[in-house]
């Protein structure tokens, strides 16, 4: 029987109630077709707090010889923002080279979207992981002066783009719907970048004849994403607009409590990571309510990684069967799970 090994890393907040509900619907939804092996790191707050240590070599290491990292969320009003969501989600993606942030975005019937006629939704986002405003590069100088200054530089490079764009064509053809990919950026405002994601998707697309492409300014998706959701298939866009965007996908679709994702290793050579959308949540963390199915699903996308795709299948199902069911209801965090478990 084959063994994956789980670096399990709950986090802060809301991430250490959901991720072992996830853990338990995980191992109902494989029975004993393969081995599920738990590692438990404690990151986070509570670690940097007591001793102040985010992410060591040390850790990396050994997460490193991991196959899979499950997420639940990192963030803590005790602890300056920044310092835990850099120093320890974004080094994770960093360091394990997790180019693509694959964002499934649907809506299930049952879930009560804000939209008014929402229609049929279901597109993915690919969002690159490792570069654009999130690379860190940037200076503040003359800081507690009037003449301080600012910047953060926004890297793209043809390797990591064309990672990105690569993945969002194959997603095209694999899923099969309307074989359509939306690039979105500011290439009005963006001449550098914008002109190198353009030549990237020209260049892909060549290779991709069955799949179609447009382009979108971001401003403009935000406004295509509450009007007209249901003409997304797969949208492919960089880091911090990816960030933004996906958040609105989350709530057009019900919340955040139904958003997963993953971050992919593309090569394979390092762990891909699987985490809900949402963060900590700390108005809501300690009550027990928070909804573990964003979490959840990123379990289900954990096992289609490593090809268990009728397990995946079997919780995507029993989600979208409790959703239609439960939706309207409250219910905690456990409750949930159970019903969730109860289905599978
Ligand atoms: P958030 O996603 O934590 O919360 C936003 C709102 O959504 C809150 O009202 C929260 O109660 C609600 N919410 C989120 N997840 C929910 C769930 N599963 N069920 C029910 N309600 C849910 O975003 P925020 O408030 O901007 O950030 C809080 C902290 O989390 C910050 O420190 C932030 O940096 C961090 N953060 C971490 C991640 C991550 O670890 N991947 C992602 C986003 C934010
Ligand atoms: C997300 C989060 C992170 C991001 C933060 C917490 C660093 O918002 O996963 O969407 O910006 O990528
Ligand atoms: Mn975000």
Same mark, same amino acid.
């Given at each position: 029987?084959?063994?994956?090994?789980?670096?399990?890393?709950?986090?802060?907040?809301?991430?250490?109630?959901?991720?072992?509900?996830?853990?338990?619907?995980?191992?109902?939804?494989?029975?004993?077709?393969?081995?599920?092996?738990?590692?438990?790191?404690?990151?986070?707050?509570?670690?940097?707090?007591?001793?102040?240590?985010?992410?060591?070599?040390?850790?990396?290491?050994?997460?490193?010889?991991?196959? %899979?990292?499950?997420?639940? %969320?990192?963030?803590?009003?005790?602890?300056?923002?920044?310092?835990?969501?850099?120093?320890?989600?974004?080094?994770?993606?960093?360091?394990?080279?997790?180019?693509?942030?694959?964002?499934?975005?649907?809506?299930?019937?049952?879930?009560?979207?804000?939209?008014?006629?929402?229609?049929?939704?279901?597109?993915?986002?690919?969002?690159?992981?490792?570069?654009?405003?999130?690379?860190?590069?940037?200076?503040?100088?003359?800081?507690?002066?009037?003449?301080?200054?600012?910047? /953060?530089?926004?890297?793209?490079?043809?390797?990591?783009?064309?990672?990105?764009?690569?993945?969002?064509?194959?997603?095209?053809?694999?899923?099969?719907?309307?074989?359509?990919?939306?690039?979105?950026?500011?290439?009005?405002?963006?001449?550098? #970048?914008?002109?190198?994601?353009?030549?990237?998707?020209?260049?892909? #697309? =060549?290779?991709?004849?069955?799949?179609?492409?447009?382009?979108?300014?971001?401003?403009?998706?935000?406004?295509?994403?509450?009007?007209?959701?249901?003409?997304?298939?797969?949208?492919?866009?960089?880091?911090?607009?990816?960030?933004?965007?996906?958040?609105?996908?989350?709530?057009?679709?019900?919340?955040?409590?139904?958003?997963?994702?993953?971050?992919?290793?593309?090569?394979? /050579?390092?762990?891909?990571?699987?985490?809900?959308?949402?963060?900590? %949540?700390?108005?809501?963390?300690?009550?027990?309510?928070?909804?573990?199915?964003?979490?959840?699903?990123?379990?289900?996308?954990?096992?289609?990684?490593?090809?268990?795709?009728?397990? #995946? /299948?079997?919780? =995507?199902?029993?989600?979208?069967?409790?959703? #239609?069911?439960?939706?309207?209801?409250?219910?905690?965090? =456990?409750?949930? %799970?159970?019903?969730?478990?109860?289905?599978?």
């Amino acid at each position: 029987r084959k063994t994956i090994n789980i670096a399990v890393i709950p986090g802060d907040g809301i991430g250490k109630e959901v991720t072992p509900q996830t853990q338990a619907v995980m191992g109902k939804a494989v029975g004993n077709q393969v081995r599920l092996n738990y590692v438990d790191y404690d990151l986070g707050a509570e670690r940097y707090l007591r001793d102040g240590t985010l992410l060591n070599d040390e850790d990396l290491e050994s997460i490193g010889q991991q196959d %899979a990292i499950l997420l639940g %969320a990192v963030g803590d009003p005790r602890v300056r923002s920044g310092i835990l969501e850099r120093g320890l989600l974004l080094k994770l993606r960093f360091s394990f080279d997790q180019a693509v942030n694959l964002r499934p975005t649907k809506l299930y019937p049952g879930v009560n979207s804000p939209l008014k006629n929402p229609g049929r939704i279901d597109f993915a986002v690919v969002r690159e992981g490792t570069e654009g405003l999130y690379s860190g590069m940037g200076g503040y100088i003359r800081r507690g002066t009037d003449q301080a200054i600012a910047t /953060e530089t926004s890297l793209n490079t043809a390797f990591g783009v064309e990672r990105a764009v690569r993945y969002a064509f194959d997603l095209a053809r694999k899923r099969g719907g309307k074989r359509n990919v939306t690039m979105v950026n500011k290439t009005n405002v963006l001449p550098h #970048a914008g002109a190198l994601w353009l030549d990237i998707m020209d260049k892909v #697309a =060549q290779e991709y004849p069955d799949v179609t492409w447009d382009y979108l300014h971001a401003d403009a998706c935000t406004i295509f994403l509450v009007t007209d959701p249901s003409r997304f298939d797969v949208i492919v866009t960089d880091n911090l607009f990816g960030d933004v965007l996906t958040d609105e996908a989350g709530a057009v679709v019900g919340g955040i409590g139904y958003s997963a994702s993953a971050n992919i290793n593309v090569t394979d /050579e390092h762990p891909s990571m699987f985490e809900p959308i949402h963060g900590s %949540a700390p108005d809501i963390a300690g009550k027990g309510i928070a909804n573990p199915t964003a979490s959840i699903l990123s379990g289900a996308m954990l096992l289609e990684h490593f090809g268990y795709d009728q397990a #995946a /299948e079997r919780i =995507q199902r029993a989600v979208e069967e409790d959703v #239609a069911a439960n939706a309207s209801r409250s219910r905690s965090t =456990q409750e949930v %799970a159970q019903d969730i478990i109860a289905r599978l």
